[in-house]
């Protein structure tokens, strides 16, 4: 299986502040990689796809970049509506893995 | 709008089997376009892929789980389901149907099951 790792695990923000979020698959992914947004009892709710493409209807204040291992997810301007916990997940390969999670709070 | 719209029991005893379905409205199961998975979350933890269907009946399961689970289709009624046999209390989760194999824009709310007697 290919496992996928997030830092940081939790962080906080204040309001306006740009959020980095970074995830490192353990082998070579290509492109294939989403992001998702989960809030509290709520089901995922994709963001980005490919690494790097938008979701239809989703803020442009939400990015993402990347290819092989290494990829970044980028909240520009962080607004409260954002607190959420994000997920990256590879679709490389079977089974298909989510990384453990990166909790986004405001300070 | 595709919607999906879990059910089955929220409590299942350990040892017994687990079973669940995933209504599909607004799209249709028997597209040739998609796949249906279920993927489930602890509570207070991450996101687990369990396994796809295709409308053909094909399937791809998590090796982890590949031993207890069966995600079969049913498109007269437009439905997929999922059973997960021999469950113990690390089975207790959210679990979740999605459109989708690689990338899933549509998910049901999820639905609680805790495995417990």
């Known amino acids: 299986d290919i496992q996928m790792t997030q830092s940081p695990s939790s962080l906080s923000a204040s309001a306006g502040d740009r959020v980095t979020i970074t995830c490192q698959a353990s082998q070579d992914i290509n492109k294939y990689l989403n992001w998702y947004q989960q809030k509290p009892g709520k089901a995922p709710k994709l963001l980005i796809y490919d690494a790097s493409n938008l979701e239809t209807g989703v803020p442009s204040r939400f990015s993402g970049s990347g290819s092989g291992t290494d990829f970044t997810f980028t909240i520009s301007s962080l607004q409260p509506e954002d607190i959420a916990t994000y997920y990256c997940?590879?679709?490389?390969?079977?089974?298909?893995?989510f990384g453990p999670g990166t909790k986004v709070d405001i300070k | 709008q595709v919607q999906l719209q879990e059910s089955g029991p929220g409590l299942v005893k350990p040892s017994e089997t687990l079973s669940l379905t995933c209504t599909v409205s607004g799209g249709s199961v028997s597209s040739g376009s998609y796949y249906w998975s279920w993927i489930r979350q602890p509570p207070g933890k991450g996101l687990e892929w369990i396994g796809y269907?295709?409308?053909?009946?094909?399937?791809n399961y998590n090796p982890s789980l590949k031993s207890r689970v069966t995600i079969s289709v049913d498109t007269s009624k437009n439905q997929f389901s999922l059973k997960l046999s021999s469950v113990t209390a690390a089975d207790t989760a959210v679990y979740y149907c999605a459109r989708g194999r690689s990338t899933s824009r549509y998910w049901g709310q999820g639905t609680l099951v805790t495995v417990s007697s």
């Open positions: 269907v295709y409308y053909s009946g094909s399937t």
């Open positions: 997940q590879q679709y490389d390969n079977f089974p298909r893995t």
